[in-house]
């Protein structure tokens, strides 16, 4: 069973715990269609395309049982 060789400390602890580590929050890009901000490599919310490819489209559901 592991058991620590020694007590780790509040202060060594919360630095653990703390967010200053995380990444910087992710650029925005401008949609090439509509000109809305986006995140990359993600789909426009605005006119639902990616890539050249529109998704705005419902697709058809298959006739069922």
């Known amino acids: 069973m ?3 060789k020694s007590k780790v400390s509040k202060q060594r602890r919360n630095k653990r715990r703390s967010s200053v580590w995380k990444l910087d929050t992710p650029s925005v890009n ?3 269609k509509c000109g809305a901000f986006r995140l ?4 426009c919310k605005s006119c639902m395309t990616y ?5 705005n489209k419902a697709e058809a ?5």
């Open 2 to 4: 592991a058991v620590p």
């Open 30 to 32: 401008v949609c090439p």
């Open 40 to 43: 990359p490599h993600r789909m």
């Open 51 to 55: 890539n050249g490819h529109d998704f």
């Open 61 to 65: 559901a298959p006739a069922g049982k």
